[in-house]
């Protein structure tokens, strides 16, 4: 699947064009399949989450 360009100002286009990517991105899956994508997506959102109020502690730190 195509990479999503997404503009600076993040318009209800946007919002619109990642829902369309998401839904053909699940549209065929099982229920188990769905629970797994969400489940993993979910994983990587808190590991990214971690990783940015890590750099923001360091950088507070730092002051």
């Known amino acids: 699947m195509e990479a999503l360009v997404i503009s600076p100002d993040f318009t209800i286009e946007d919002i619109h064009k990642i829902r369309e990517q998401n839904y053909e991105r699940i549209k065929d ?35």
């Open 29 to 63: 899956m099982t229920v188990a399949e769905k629970v797994a994508y969400y489940n993993n997506s979910g994983k990587e959102a808190e590991k990214e989450i971690e990783r940015r109020r890590a750099l923001k502690r360091k950088a507070v730190a730092s002051m």
